[in-house]
């Protein structure tokens, strides 16, 4: 039986200082690679390891799983190891590669998960808030009355539960995003905006939704990360 390992990508294309050295040996050992996107894929790999021979290897795109499954399953069986790459961060979080890492455990698989950056616990991190209670919970609804329900419901639920509310958005509307959460939430809710995580160009910061009204960032298309705690 073959192994799988989660492989770790960078959050800003060219920035490899964050990547453990440890990467380097586990791409060596395999020779199938199921990938979100194969030509990011292999980009990233000759950063890694500039000698690679990308033809050399097998390359599957995860945007089927319900296709590139049983030829998962089957490599795995006949000893091949397999590397998980997703687009950015780590393999299984806010990923399609959680599905294949399900089938993997299904058959009795190893699965190795390796160290790299993640946008959702960095920003966390460094956002002061709760880290002892949080929940990601993806992408809110995109149609304002929906998002704006959404956002209360979180909010009421952080101020119960004394909790973390973590989620993302389309790099193309999170000025929007952030608008609404300032015109939705209370003025005293903390509302951390990371931005271009690892990158130069990296901000963190947590106010209050009253005072992200005052000075609006400007966050279009670039990555970013939204955390909300609301004062019990």
């Known amino acids: 039986m073959g192994t799988v390992?989660?492989?770790?990508?960078?959050?800003?294309?060219?920035?490899?200082?964050?990547?453990?050295?440890?990467?380097?040996?586990?791409?060596?050992?395999?020779?199938?690679?199921?990938?979100?996107?194969?030509?990011?894929?292999?980009?990233?790999?000759?950063?890694?390891?500039?000698?690679?021979?990308?033809?050399?290897?097998?390359?599957?795109?995860?945007?089927?799983?319900?296709?590139?499954?049983?030829?998962?399953?089957?490599?795995l069986g006949e000893g091949k190891n397999i590397a998980i790459i997703s687009d950015a961060g780590c393999p299984g979080v806010a990923d399609p590669g959680q599905k294949l890492v399900a089938l993997a455990q299904e058959i009795g698989a190893t699965v190795k998960p390796l160290v790299g950056p993640n946008s959702i616990l960095l920003a966390l991190m460094a956002s002061g808030m709760n880290g002892q209670q949080f929940q990601f919970v993806g992408y809110l609804p995109i149609t304002l009355a929906e998002r704006a329900t959404a956002i209360k419901a979180l909010e009421a639920e952080s101020k119960t539960k004394n909790c973390t509310q973590i989620f993302i958005e389309t790099p193309y509307r999170n000025n929007q995003l952030l608008e609404t959460l300032t015109k939705t939430c209370q003025s005293q809710t903390r509302i951390c905006v990371a931005v271009d995580l690892t990158a130069a160009t990296e901000s963190v910061q947590t106010k209050t939704a009253n005072e992200w009204k005052k000075a609006m960032p400007e966050l279009h298309k670039r990555p970013a990360i939204f955390l909300l705690q609301a004062i019990p």
């Open 5 to 75: 390992y989660l492989i770790p990508t960078v959050l800003s294309e060219g920035v490899n200082a964050p990547l453990p050295a440890y990467l380097l040996d586990a791409v060596k050992a395999c020779s199938v690679f199921f990938v979100e996107d194969e030509r990011t894929a292999r980009r990233y790999l000759k950063s890694l390891w500039r000698e690679m021979v990308i033809d050399d290897q097998q390359w599957f795109i995860m945007k089927k799983i319900e296709e590139v499954g049983a030829p998962f399953k089957r490599l």
